[in-house]
């Protein structure tokens, strides 16, 4: 079965600096999706990426799938209190599923 | 626009007690809908979905059982919980066709004692 590894598992950061969230797989992955989730809360949906080599932006949050589509990064530039959380990587199983499997996630503190 | 809605948001309940979570969608029809557990340490773990009415998935042997009497309602169940069925669940929805978007909703937080 496919399996997803997120590193670093946690993460401290002054605000203002970048960092760099990885999610591998064992396979390749048919859709890759990234979430934020606050403690408590639900996860909500930053970014979806699908071909080999694929980045996507928003504000100043962006995410990569390698051109082996096996694993994908999302790059936090400038941090602020506002990006701490709990951050998801989720794949699709197998091309045209309906199900996704997700890491464990990484927890983000950004320090004022 | 689409919303997600679960209740209760929290739920304390004893051991041996029935359980019912309820998972209501809003702007859209025919979704797939999921059921997640979330606990500590073990990540986001896809208990149940469904692809249209009566027609559930179960990913997971356990205690639990789901049933989606309607379009846009997904239920969680349980007749006896077990201190185990602790967790944080999440209910979500895509559209249908694989490979969309899930959107969660709020989140159940359930102890059980």
């Known amino acids: 079965s496919q399996e997803l590894e997120q590193s670093p598992q946690s993460l401290i950061v002054q605000e203002g600096k970048n960092l760099t969230i990885n999610c591998t797989s064992s396979?390749?992955?048919?859709?890759l999706y990234w979430y934020k989730q606050k403690y408590g809360e639900g996860l909500i949906f930053l970014m979806m990426?699908?071909?080999?080599?694929e980045e996507k932006s928003h504000e100043k949050i962006t995410a990569k799938l390698d051109e082996k589509k096996q694993q994908s990064s999302l790059h936090i530039t400038a941090s602020q209190p506002s990006h701490a959380g709990i951050y998801l990587c989720g794949a699709a199983t197998q091309g045209g599923s309906e199900k996704l499997v997700f890491g464990k996630g990484t927890k983000l503190t950004v320090n004022p | 626009s689409q919303t997600i809605h679960q209740w209760p948001a929290t739920l304390v309940q004893p051991v041996g007690s029935p359980l019912s979570l309820e998972c209501t969608v809003e702007?859209?029809?025919?979704?797939?809908l999921y059921w997640y557990r979330q606990a500590a340490g073990r990540g986001l773990q896809l208990l149940f979905y469904?692809?249209?009415?009566?027609?559930i998935s179960s990913e997971v042997p356990q205690n639990l059982s789901a049933s989606r009497p309607q379009d846009r309602q997904f239920i969680l169940s349980s007749k006896k919980l077990l201190l185990s069925d602790s967790g944080f669940y999440l209910c979500a929805w895509s559209r249908q066709g694989g490979k969309d978007t899930q959107y969660f909703g709020p989140g159940t937080r359930l102890t059980v004692l």
């Open positions: 702007g859209t029809s025919n979704p797939n």
């Open positions: 469904s692809v249209g009415i009566g027609q």
């Open positions: 990426l699908q071909k080999g080599g």
């Open positions: 396979k390749t992955l048919y859709g």
